[in-house]
């Protein structure tokens, strides 16, 4: 069991930028992939970004491509997403997730956090 804890939400304007954390209070964060997704009001969850266990591998959405960042620290059980340029669009909550695999699909991850509010103004 992996218990997941996001932060680092709020209301920005856009070309802004913000830096979520997911931190995962105990297990063995070290060993999973994490992945961030988000879903906005009326559609589905979708991917953003994930990263391998190691973080040396790493793949994003088409629209976020060159202005989001994904990155871990293990040793402080903590995902990041460095969200820059960021447009109305991107307005959703945002989930981390963890997989035992490297994947885009929502489907391959088993644990998710309960997601933090990101909104850009125009």
């Known amino acids: 069991q992996v218990q997941l804890v996001e932060s680092g939400g709020g209301l920005v304007q856009a070309g802004d930028s913000l830096r979520l954390s997911c931190t995962a209070p105990?297990?063995?964060?070290?060993?999973?992939?994490m992945g961030w997704f988000r879903q906005a009001p009326g559609k589905e969850r979708e991917f953003v970004a994930t990263?391998?266990?190691?973080?040396?591998?790493?793949d994003y959405a088409d629209s976020v491509k060159g202005r989001f960042t994904i990155s871990r620290d293990n040793a402080k059980n903590t995902v990041y997403l460095q969200m820059n340029s960021l447009k109305p669009e991107d307005t959703a909550v945002y989930h981390c997730?963890?997989?035992?695999?490297?994947?885009?699909?929502?489907?391959?991850?088993?644990?998710w956090g309960q997601g933090t509010q990101v909104t850009v103004s125009s």
């Open positions: 997730a963890a997989s035992r695999s490297y994947h885009t699909l929502t489907t391959a991850y088993a644990y």
């Open positions: 990263i391998n266990w190691s973080g040396q591998s790493t």
């Open positions: 105990e297990g063995t964060f070290g060993s999973y992939s």
